[in-house]
């Protein structure tokens, strides 16, 4: 199976929306997924990578700076998603690669990311490509009212 990795474009939104409603879970619109791409991608504090097999994105990854008051500089991954079809054939660990480059390119020592406590597979394939299991920790959220 041929694909490569590039730099997200503006007119990888469908993809990405489809994506993000089909393998990630999220309900989120073309036209909202549109409007944050084309903040994201202004944003240099910020990447998003592509997988592309055959003219189709099959896959993305989307990563940001990650600055603490206690810690050198990293990169936390925020989304990765895989096509069902084109995983276990190394796209998900391409697209970590992509990262995990940017990162030392950066001059960051490290890359983070969190996942859901449901998604083993996910936590096997993240082991496999050699990431560590660190702490579990709870996330919160507020919904602000206008």
């Known amino acids: 199976m041929d694909y490569h990795i590039r730099t997200c474009t503006y007119s990888d939104a469908e993809a990405l929306c ?7 879970g999220y ?11 084309e903040e994201l991608l202004r944003d240099n504090s910020q990447r998003i990578f592509v997988a592309v097999s055959e003219d189709a ?5 989307h990563a940001a700076d990650y600055r603490l008051l206690y810690a050198n500089p990293s990169k936390n991954i925020l989304g990765i998603a895989v096509s069902p079809r084109f995983r276990n054939k190394g796209v ?4 970590l690669t992509a ?8 001059g960051c020592s490290s890359v983070r990311l969190t996942s859901g406590v449901e998604r083993n597979s996910a936590h096997a394939f993240y082991r496999k490509c050699g990431y560590e299991f660190i702490k579990q920790q709870l996330n919160f959220k507020k919904i602000l009212q206008s």
């Open 18 to 24: 489809l994506l993000n409603n089909e393998e990630m």
């Open 99 to 106: 990262v995990e480059n940017w990162a030392k390119e950066s």
């Open 92 to 95: 998900g660990r391409a697209l």
């Open 27 to 37: 309900s989120f619109s073309l036209d909202d997924t549109a409007k944050a791409l």
């Open 57 to 61: 994105v099959i896959g993305y990854i």
